[in-house]
């Protein structure tokens, strides 16, 4: 009988342990398929940053051919790709489309393309591993690429017309409106392929691939932020159909939902890891918050801006532009939350153990969650030939038309908090490097918008603070303080490193992004002491770039800062002085 007993026992253990297993295998190629859908989200996000690009360029540039038409003014073509702009990043071998030249700088247009290559090398090899075969996925996908390659390709047409100056003996520039005719049925062609590709994903996901309640504060999260997203979407879906008799209500349903989702704060993650403490991304409280916090400097403030901006293009089409960018950041900081759910990749990404994951509040029972896909923009002229269009579009001088692009394109970013880190060391006197970078920077800031914060840290033997924390448009105060900047003794970074980041912890929560550049014309030495200061902020969100203003400097600092930014977020810039200018815009437009 008692033989019999354990007998029956054991089966019944053995049965539950293979039921357990059976589950554990079944979630964990769950968790690598969502991971994979995931990946092409990842990559539909980088086009749709292409796609701003090209939208921004062809604006300019079917402003230019308007008012070529009516009289010729070759100084009115222009491309945001810089023409002889270099940049050196790391190693390039796994992208054959890029061609580095012998000193290792690759051009400014494949610069600008890294990033999407690097998004469907990733796409690729996350859905080999995920054994993703469903049909309708790949083949939307395979239609989305062609689409989206079809209007690089006549983007590239565009940069080359411009850069080699096709304008000038293009008669009647004939050769300018087959580009913008090439483009124009690109962008409606890319928002189809975009929708028809995401439908199959999350149809996918939530057949085949729902979550299971392993972690209920995150999925509870999710719900409560996936209503201002609905709404996002379905007034997305109304202005892409030139439907504005909703902004209104919409809006005032918006700000209900904001209002009551953030009181939510508290009953869904007030036991979380790191509760009421928003310096670590990371946790789960810091990305809710961030999701809530942003929507007043971004998609608030589409119920006021009714002004007709871009009168080259149709009413409608201007109108669902505006609204674009503003409802990307939304998506951006959902995605940001979702990540949470992923422990193992938020804890490869922040170098946590698992262990470590679990206590700051990831879901390391890994039970990852679809994200959503950016959108992109329309381009349609009023008509491209009637001579009214020209006439509205007066002729301004070139630098009115470049300002007032990078204006608006920096309306649209979330705020941000630079901190400079400037050397002011007596090299900096040489070629006139610290003139040319003061104004520079002050150009940037008549460009930036209040809710813009600058701080400025100059330093030569020992780091001083010039500006903390100022509003961008306090030009009076700040130009006083920066035209004061003189050279001075030698070139001390590592102190300036410590003290920029001392700054920036100091401040506590900033509602955008936070970015510490350090802009030298010097070689210098990072100590063991502020390598370790320096690799653990990678993990804190704060975007970490460093311009290197001279050629000769050391291809050692280089190469650590290089290896260092692949674990968090930045740029590494090796650059000639004349486009240094390009380079603050760039990275102020992230």
Known sequence: MFQHLASHKLTILTVGFLLLSS?????????????????????????????????????????????????????YWYSKINATGRMKSGSYTEFP??????????????????PLYRAKNRMDAQLLTAKI??????????????????????????????????????????????IIELLTPAFQQYKKAS????????????????????????????????????????????????????????????????????????FYLSKTYGYKYLSNGAFPHSRYKMFYSNMPSTIFWFKTDTAYQHKQLQRGVDNYNKYVNRYNWVIHYYNNFIENADGAAMAKTHEYSMKMAADVGMDTAQNVLLKKPRIGYRFTLVNQTEKQVAENNTAEPLDTIIRNSIVSRLQQVQPNHTVYLLDVSNSMKEQGRLDSLKKSILY???????????????????????????????????????????????????????????????????????????????????????????????????????????????????????????????????????????????????
């Open 195 to 266: 929708d028809d590709l995401y439908k199959p994903i999350e149809a996918y996901y939530t057949s085949v691939l729902k979550p299971a309640a392993t972690q209920i504060v995150i999925l509870q999260a999710e719900q409560e932020l996936l209503q201002p997203v609905s709404l996002l979407q379905k007034w997305e879906q109304e202005l892409y159909n030139d439907n504005d008799e909703s902004r209104l209500q919409n809006d005032l349903q918006l700000r209900a939902l904001y209002e009551e989702g953030r009181k939510k704060d508290s």
């Open 97 to 114: 489309q890029v061609k580095p030249d012998k000193e290792g700088f690759i051009n400014d247009y494949d610069a600008t393309f890294l």
């Open 23 to 75: 589950l554990s295998f079944a979630q964990t190629n769950r968790n690598k398929q969502v991971r994979g859908l995931n990946s092409i989200v990842d990559y539909m996000d980088e086009a749709s940053r292409i796609n701003q690009l090209v939208y921004f360029d062809l604006l300019n540039f079917s402003q230019a051919y308007l008012i070529n038409k009516k009289k010729r003014s070759p100084n």
């Open 133 to 178: 075969t469903n049909p309708a996925i790949l083949s939307t996908l395979k239609t989305f690429t062609h689409q989206l390659d079809s209007l690089v390709n006549g983007f590239k047409q565009l940069v080359d017309y411009v850069h080699n100056k096709k304008f000038a003996s293009d008669s009647g520039f004939s050769g300018a409106l087959q």
């Open 444 to 590: 940037l800031l008549s460009l930036q918008r209040q809710a813009d914060r600058i701080s400025l840290i100059e330093f030569a033997d020992e780091p001083e603070t010039i500006l903390n924390f100022i509003p961008c448009n306090n030009l009076p105060f700040i130009t006083q303080k920066i035209k004061k900047l003189a050279t001075k003794g030698g070139t001390n970074a590592t102190d300036a490193i410590a003290k920029g980041y001392q700054l920036i912890d100091s401040i506590g929560f900033y509602a955008g992004l936070t970015k510490l550049m350090i802009i030298t014309d010097g070689a210098f030495e990072v100590d063991k002491q502020t390598r370790k200061l320096l690799e653990s902020k990678q993990k804190s969100g704060v975007i970490l770039s460093i311009l290197l203003l001279s050629k000769h400097q050391q291809t050692a600092t280089t190469t650590y800062f290089n290896k260092l930014i692949k674990k968090g977020m930045g740029q590494v810039y090796t650059l000639e002085q004349n486009s240094l200018q390009d380079v603050l815009i760039q990275e102020a437009g992230r």
